[in-house]
């Protein structure tokens, strides 16, 4: 799940059931300040993410996910106790109804 640096919107929910089983909380940020419906997110704000617990994964999305998928590094360095991922597409990508159900689940 962290060999890649950019998760898609269903990497992004299967991953997020996931760790949240094991106690690490996936945050969803906003780099552009338009925030993606259907989801919690939080606006980039270096303080009080690294208020934070250490094992939180960041998930960066821009309008592409081009921006984010550059400054990853950056990212890494700014916080190098948490997890960054970009979010592959961006909010572009984004699809506000989409849904991960059990049954798929089962059958990847």
């Known amino acids: 799940m962290f060999e890649k640096n950019e998760w898609t919107q ?5 991953y997020t059931k996931i760790l949240e ?3 690490t909380k996936v945050v969803l940020i906003d ?3 338009k925030p993606i419906d259907n989801i919690e997110t939080i606006t980039y704000n270096p303080y009080e993410m690294l208020e ?11 309008d592409t996910g ?3 998928k550059e400054r990853l590094n950056y990212y890494k360095k700014k916080f190098p106790k948490h997890k960054c991922i970009s979010l592959r597409g961006g909010r572009g990508y984004w699809r ?3 849904q991960l ?7 990847a």
């Not at 269903?10 to 299967?14: A, D, M, Q, R, V």
């Not at 934070?52 to 821009?62: D, I």
């Not at 159900?101 to 059958?107: A, F």
């Open 10 to 14: 269903i990497e992004l929910y299967k």
């Open 21 to 23: 089983k094991e106690g």
């Open 31 to 33: 780099t552009i300040l």
């Open 52 to 62: 934070l617990p250490e094992n939180t994964v960041f998930v960066f999305y821009c």
């Open 66 to 68: 081009k921006v984010t």
């Open 96 to 98: 506000p109804n989409y």
């Open 101 to 107: 159900l059990d049954e798929i689940g089962k059958n």
